[in-house]
Structures are given as C-alpha cells and as structure tokens.
C-alpha cells in the first residue's frame, strides 16, 4: 500500500515557541498541528478544508518540507520529507494564493526562465515546456509584459506555471483561488481538474466548499490542529445527516440573538455570516423539529429577509464538524 | 554546466529581478554621477588641507564607487527575496545553494568595475589628471577584486536580511563605514586601532592599496600581496554568506523563523 501512496502523514505535529517582549520576554507554545493522520493516494485530488489558524498551510508546509515536523513523519512519494529533503523537492510543486511569490519587474517568461533554472528544468528542455505552460495557462502573449501590471487571476495562473515547470509528482495548491474573480475562478477549477486527471496527485486546500465538492476524492477537515472528519463529499455529509437548516436573512442580529438561538430546544447549531448589511443565520436542528415559530419569536423586532427551509449542504458539514471539534477542544 | 547556468544565466535574471536601481534615472543618478561628485570633493578637500596627492585620491575614489553598487546590490540580492514573498518558492529549490546565491554577487561585481571605471575616466578627465597606460592593467585588476569582494561582503549582509527586517540600516551604516576605514580618503595611520583592525577585515583597503600602487608605477608583481588579501577577504564573505544562508535556512525550517511566504 505504502508503494501507492503519494503522501503519508503519520502523527505529524507542529509546536511553534513564542517569545513576547525584550527586557523580560515571556516564552510560550502554540500547538498548530496535533498529531495528525492521512494518506492520500498517487493521482488523488485530495482536499483540506479547515478555517482560519485550523493548520492547513502548517501541514503543508511540514510536507513540502519549509518546516520540520516536531512530531510524527511523513512521506512523500516515499521519500521521508526530513531526511530526503532535496529529494522530495525534486518531486513537488508548491502553489499558494494572493498576490506575492513572483518576481514583479521581471516578466511571466522570465520569472518562469528563472524558476525553470532554480527548479533544475534542462536547458534544451525550458522553452518548450515554458511555451506549453504558457499556453496552459493561457498567458501565451502577455509573456513579455512585466509581472507588476498582471491582475490577480493572470497572476494566480502564472503561480500554477510555475509550480508545473519540473512535472511534479505531486502538487500542493494552498487556496489558490483566493481572491480571484468567479470566471478566473472557474478556469482555475478546470485547470486543477486536468491536472489531476493527467495523473497529477493533487493537495488542494481552500475556504470554498463549492470547488472542494466539485473537485476533490477525498476531502480532510482540520480544525484546532486535529483532523476532524475524512472521507468523500458525501460521507462527510453524513456529519449533518439527521438535521435540516433553517436559512434566515436578517439586519441587525446581536450576539445576544445568537446565543438565545442556540439554547433553542432543538438546535444543534447556529452561525451567522455577514455580507455587507446583511446578515444570513443558519440554524441546523434536528430534522424533526419545527424550529421555526420559536427562532422568529427571539428574532422579534430584527429586521427579516428570506426565510426558508433546506437539507444540508456540505458547507453545513463542515461548519457541523468545525464547531463540535471546537468545543470538545473548549471543554 | 546546471550550476554553470544558475550561476550565470540565474544570477543575471535575478539581479534584473532583485536590483531596485535598474531603471535609467536611479541607475545614473545613484550609482555614476553620485560617485564621481563624491570623488570630486574629496580630491579637492585634499587640495584645500594640502593632504595626499590628486592622483591617489582620484583612484582610491574610483575604487571607492563600487561600494555603493556592491553593498547595497549584495544586500537587495538576497534581502528583497522577502519584500516579494519568494523565498518560500525559492528555498524549495533541489538545487545547492552555494549555486543558488554564488550567482547572485557576480552580476553586482560587474556593475561595480563598470561603475568604478566610469568614475575613474570621468575624475580623470574632469580632474586632468593623466593616468598612465602601463599602470591600467594593474588598476584594472585592482577595481575587478575590490569589486568582487565588496560584492559578497553585500551577499552577507543579504543573508543577514533574511532573518533581520531592518538590515538596509546595516547596509547605510556599512557603506559610511567603508568611507571611513577603507583607506582612500583616511590614512589608516591616523585611524584609532580598533578601525584600522576593522579597515583590514572589510573590504576594498587592500585593493585600493593595490590601485594607487598601480597608479604609481609598481609592477604586477607588487600588487600580489594586496590583491592577494583582497581575494581571501572576497573567498571569506562567501564562506560567510553561504554559511549564514544555510543556517537560517535550517532555522526556519525549526524555528519557522523566515517569512517564506
């Protein structure tokens, strides 16, 4: 089995050491990743879903080798991601998102001639496999202008280039579509999806639950450094499987409202997310309960928009998921 | 040949890439006409106090003017890798990093002797103060190892940039530094001990010794003992920079202490 597999993470875990202040620094630790399990087999999409600080990038970059676990191995493409470091880095590319990581005064050509010789791509071999980049990217005729004029999608394609130019084994994209536009968005999407299917093992992690649907095997989530749920998109479902959602716009919702809402009899689960001015609550209940008179009692005097029911979504899951591993984190 | 090609191919595209002064207005403004004014005022603060002659204060000068280009080139060579976020892209390369960051100083070299010949023709001609032809090789010679160590010296203090935000405060008070214990406008005669010692260790003191003894008349074979320290200074800053690149490198993969991304 372990032949097959392209990455193997066994108990991986980071602890970074904090220091605050000169004269009398106070030191302190923060576990990011807490032992964490997984492989992901050669050819997979393989997803990592988790919020903010959950350790995504922490674990990826334990696997591309920038850190050091401090605990636990891993593995990739067999190849022990310590001790056969320049190895590893033969087989990977790395991709993360937003606007940094390019040279701006050089051009995309240049900036991909530069990484072509960083990364060990034969000289005979650079400007085909540039050329074919470019075009795969569809940056084929605005290679020669300079990086800094690039919108964050051109941008953010250039990225995969470059992550592409030594035929990687295997490719870790780190929310690569951060930021980019829906059109972009959706090429990028196509672009990931060839690539796996070219038999690229894929690493992807990202905030959007619609393209981790669409595009991965298997999806892990983290949340507090530890891996909360793995399976398919829709064995991770069955997390909020037995609930329904109670989808309310509303304007004005306090964390009062918030708090009234969860102690419903029933609910199982209430966030809410802002957009602007508006705010959308989700209430997950248990799917035999009638919640509804109640929660629109509590919200009485807030200023409502759209009420309606609907079976859980996969972003429902993953909120489920997040939340019940944080609060057996609290407690 | 794939170390030959990141050395040369790789270094000059990372200096286009890296070098903030590349642009016409800065490249004239900064590195040729502010070097030629400053030779300029110490050749005739020379003439005032009725110290030194025109001729070695016009060649430890030009010798001088690579500084700037080198030391801040140096220190942009490695240091501008994080106002980019592409050290973590840069530090995933399977590739040696004595080859990686080698290259870097080469290109800042050059620019250096072209910089430090352009102040020496233009002080020249301004100045009317004849060179010898029999002494240009020598000079040459002299402006091409000041060059390449004054340039390393910079690579170190760009490896220092990595893991320190403020080292352009390094770099300022580096450049002040060379002015003052290089020995083309002081005497290290006249310098406390502690800068004379400290003149010895950095760079250009000895090439700038080698240029005014070329200048002079001496033969190729007087100028081995100075140039010959200048290179062991210029092998020394490489150790250095590589050395602190690797340890940094291997901290941050500890300690998580660059910014990689």
Redesign the interface.
């Known amino acids: 089995m372990a032949g097959e597999l392209a990455i193997e993470a066994v108990g991986l875990r980071r602890t970074y050491r904090t220091r605050t202040g000169w004269l009398r620094p106070r030191r302190g630790s923060v576990d990011a990743v807490r032992g964490v399990d997984f492989a992901v087999a050669r050819g997979e999409l393989f997803g990592l879903l988790g919020p903010n600080g959950a350790g995504k990038t922490t674990t990826i970059k334990m696997l591309n080798t920038l850190l050091t676990p401090t605990g636990g191995t891993a593995r990739v493409m067999g190849l022990d991601v310590v001790r056969d470091t320049r190895a590893v880095r033969r087989r990977i590319g790395y991709v993360f998102g937003g606007d940094r990581g390019l040279y701006e005064r050089l051009s995309a050509l240049d900036n991909l001639r530069y990484f072509a010789e960083l990364y060990g791509v034969p000289a005979r071999e650079q400007r085909a496999r540039i050329g074919a980049l470019l075009d795969a990217v569809d940056l084929t005729g605005r290679e020669h202008e300079r990086v800094e004029g690039y919108s964050r999608g051109m941008r953010q394609r250039l990225h995969i280039a470059r992550g592409l130019l030594h035929e990687p084994d295997v490719l870790f994209l780190d929310e690569p579509s951060i930021g980019v536009d829906p059109v972009a968005a959706r090429e990028l999407r196509a672009m990931i999806a060839e690539l796996s299917a070219s038999g690229t093992t894929v690493l992807l992690t990202t905030h959007y639950m619609a393209e981790a649907e669409e595009l991965c095997d298997r999806i892990a989530v983290i949340a507090a450094g530890r891996l909360a749920a793995l399976g398919t998109a829709d064995e991770l479902k069955h997390a909020a499987a037995g609930r329904r959602v109670l989808s309310v716009e509303a304007y004005g919702v306090t964390d009062a409202h918030l708090a009234h809402l969860d102690a419903l009899s029933g609910v199982r689960d209430a966030t809410v997310e802002v957009s602007g001015q508006q705010q959308t609550l989700r209430i997950q209940t248990d799917a035999h309960v009638d919640v509804q008179p109640a929660v629109l009692r509590e919200l009485a005097g807030v200023r409502l928009g759209r009420v309606e029911t609907r079976a859980p979504t996969l972003e429902d899951a993953y909120v489920a998921i997040v939340n019940s591993t944080r609060a057996e984190a609290a407690a | 040949?794939?170390t030959l090609?990141?050395l040369t191919?790789?270094g000059v595209?990372?200096y286009?890439?890296?070098f903030n002064w590349?642009t016409p207005a800065m490249f004239v403004g900064t590195l040729l006409v502010s070097p030629v004014f400053q030779l300029l005022f110490f050749v005739y603060l020379g003439r005032t106090l009725h110290v030194g002659d025109d001729l070695g204060y016009l060649v430890g000068n030009a010798v001088l003017s690579a500084a700037l280009a080198c030391v801040y080139g140096g220190t942009m060579a490695v240091a501008n890798e994080r106002r980019?976020?592409?050290l973590?892209?840069?530090?995933?390369?399977?590739?040696r990093r004595a080859a990686?960051f080698g290259g870097r100083a080469l290109p800042y070299a050059v620019n250096g002797v072209l910089i430090s010949a352009f102040t020496l023709t233009v002080g020249a001609l301004l100045l009317r103060i004849p060179i010898g032809v029999r002494s240009l090789p020598g000079l040459a010679l002299a402006i091409c190892v000041g060059a390449l160590s004054c340039s390393f010296f910079g690579l170190t203090l760009g490896s220092i940039g990595l893991r320190f935000r403020d080292v352009w405060l390094v770099s300022n008070v580096a450049d002040a530094v060379l002015l003052l214990v290089s020995g083309v406008n002081v005497a290290p005669a006249a310098l406390p001990p502690v800068l004379r010692a400290a003149g010895a260790l950095l760079p250009l003191r000895h090439a700038a010794t080698a240029a005014r003894e070329a200048a002079g008349g001496a033969p190729l074979a007087r100028l081995v003992p100075p140039l010959g320290a200048e290179l062991g200074l210029a092998a020394g800053y490489a150790l250095l920079a590589i050395g602190l690149l690797a340890l940094f490198e291997r901290g941050?993969?500890?300690?998580?202490t660059l910014d990689?991304?």
Do not use: F
């Open positions: 040949m794939r090609r990141l191919v790789g595209i990372a286009r890439a890296l590349t980019y976020g592409t973590g892209p840069l530090l995933l390369s399977p590739l990686v941050s993969r500890r300690h998580a990689v991304l």
